[in-house]
């Protein structure tokens, strides 16, 4: 501020024509390609909280709607409400951004994934306290996340911590501790037939570590130079994925595949998806422009990162994947309510 007058940077002229261009290059909201090869389908129109996840013990996953109080479970293949499960205890209390909902023990649980001061917890949807980690009592954890990379059928929890990542069972024990300074827990994934489980720790600027479920190191990538948020299948091998100019797939030999980012346009997630269960990997991509330019695009590369979908839109959103007990998947696009994307004939 000079002469009592505030600056605005983003109203100097190179300011205003960076975001003109921007906006020219990504065009309006519209789809661009594959709007005769995908459906995309509304499934909710509500403000709510969307996830999927095996909530009911059988095989295939639900898309849970969530609200205040409760979850309607939605199936995935038919997007038909399956039911509603309720929540106890005083309204708007249990339920937050950082809040999934899992199955432990044969019930449905909410766990409590930290983020900033939030405690790390788990709680039943009665908002009754199961158990709580904070091995550092100064300071909570930074995430904790349910799985079952053992495919044991029981659920287990990873957690960072300002000093390890740990291993929890489902009754919030340390099954086994690894020494990471302040690793932000960015992905856990199952077994595939070409890889073990992952556990991925980044320590910012440093290393990438990743250990299996049994705490074993798979490998300690060096720094990529740009963020980690993720893993994804490919169908050579799982790789992390890392946004940047270039956003790239690595591999653990040190491979890494570019790729085909927008112009004017940066990735912000990345999630693979298999539309039937023998099919090959597809890679989902949310891209965000510059900031004001109000524009974020979804789209889908196929195995050859050729682009097959494509859509501008004017809201943020984000990605995930329900699997169906038939073995086929959906993608889920979260953002101003959710809808479905999936192929015309799969």
Do not use: C
């Amino acid at each position: 501020m000079e002469g009592g007058r505030f600056a605005r940077p983003e109203l100097l002229p190179t300011a205003v024509a960076a975001r003109r261009a921007a906006l020219e290059s990504i065009g309006d909201p519209r789809s661009v390609l594959g709007a005769d090869a995908f459906r995309r389908t509304l499934v909710s129109d509500r403000s709510a909280w969307f996830q999927a996840g095996d909530f009911d013990g059988e095989p295939g996953d639900e898309i849970a709607v969530i609200d205040h109080d409760g979850a309607e479970l939605i199936d995935p293949g038919d997007l038909s409400s399956r039911t509603r499960v309720p929540f106890g205890g005083v309204p708007g209390r249990l339920w937050n951004w950082y809040s999934r909902l899992r199955r432990l023990d044969d019930r449905l649980v909410a766990v409590q994934g930290g983020g900033g001061y939030q405690e790390t917890e788990v709680r039943t949807l009665d908002n009754m306290l199961l158990w709580r980690y904070r091995p550092d009592p100064t300071l909570p954890p930074t995430a904790l996340m349910a799985a079952d990379l053992d495919a044991d059928g029981a659920t287990e929890f990873y957690a960072s911590a300002t000093q390890h990542v740990a291993r929890l069972d489902g009754a919030g024990g340390e099954v086994w501790t690894r020494p990471a300074s302040m690793a932000a827990l960015v992905a856990v994934a199952p077994r595939s037939e070409s890889d073990p489980s992952w556990i991925v720790g980044v320590e910012y600027g440093r290393t990438v570590h990743i250990w299996n479920d049994a705490g074993e190191t798979v490998a300690d990538v060096p720094w990529p130079g740009g963020a980690v948020n993720g893993s994804v299948e490919w169908p050579d091998a799982r790789r992390l994925v890392v946004s940047g100019s270039p956003a790239m797939a690595i591999g653990l030999d040190g491979r890494k595949i570019e790729l085909p980012v927008a112009e004017h346009m940066t990735l912000q997630q990345a999630v693979s998806i298999r539309w039937t269960r023998d099919a090959a990997p597809m890679l989902a991509m949310v891209l965000a422009g510059p900031r004001d330019v109000n524009r974020w695009r979804i789209q889908i590369l196929d195995n050859a990162k050729h682009v097959v979908y494509d859509e501008v839109i004017a809201r943020p959103v984000s990605v995930f994947v329900a699997r169906h007990r038939s073995g086929r998947s959906t993608l889920l696009v979260s953002g101003n309510g959710l809808s479905a994307i999936a192929p015309v004939d799969p």
